[in-house]
């Protein structure tokens, strides 16, 4: 029995909704071994409403963990959430080159939920121009696709589309955007694009605030389909299901943050895309 792996180059939540707790999590629940590259961790103030504070792990030692895992191990697949500075984007950049065989997910994290304040601002053009580029798929948001993108605020599926077609130019393969609870639409909508057709994917909209983690969560689980050697756009579509039935039994951590909860397609799932 083959016996699938997957690597997150990520930040740490403590919390355990988003980063590289969700990831772990999801790499689990989709049966997969998983592993990990710790770039920055982040923690949250209950004194201070939750505001979070950020811890970066030093480039060497982001090396040696990527040394450990892709020269002393091997993966099937690889993604990369927060990763906090220009030269970590680099670096990880590099790495890809290096490596280059596996598929590769760039969820481009800016920004945490609650707020539409890039984290890292410096790392915005380094994403765009260093990374992007080497993506098998890319997953921004609404608001990250419109910072790659270029394009102003992005309102509706046909802005979405004007966007995926710039950030495809930049050399994604393929560029998954996602409308989520933001798109003023009835469902939740996300946009694939390969260069050539858009692909709507269409999920019910959950009314809920608990959406902590939702982006980490679901390019976690397109990561783990591809490490098991499934095409991009069944994965997406089985990775849409996981996270809607994640959102759908999401909860209250305290009363700053609602996580997704990473085993609600196991636990209680049912078919969600259409
Ligand atoms: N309220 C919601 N109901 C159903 N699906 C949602 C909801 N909010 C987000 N999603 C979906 O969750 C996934 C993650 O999207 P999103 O929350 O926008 O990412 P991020 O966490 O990176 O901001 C996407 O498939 C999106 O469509
Ligand atoms: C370490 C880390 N990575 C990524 C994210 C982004 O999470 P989301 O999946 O909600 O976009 C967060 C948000 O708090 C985080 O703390
Ligand atoms: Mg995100």
Redesign the pocket.
Known sequence: MTIYKALTI????SSGG??IQ?DLKTFQERGVYGMTALTTI?AMDPDNHWAHQVFPVSLDTVRAQLKTILEGVGVHALKT??LGSVELIELVAETIETYHDQPVVIDP?MV??GTDEVLHPETAVALREVLVPKATVVTP?LFEAAQLSGCGPIRTVDEMKEAAVNIHRLGAKYVLIKGGGKLQHEKAIDLLYDGESFDILEAERIETTYT??????YSAAITAELAKGKPVKEAVRTAKTFITEAIRHGFPLNEYVGPTLHAADRLYGKKAVQ
């Open positions: 990520a930040g740490s939540d988003a980063g969700a982040v959430g927060m994290v945490c939920k948001n902590h983690g939702a982006g980490c969560t």
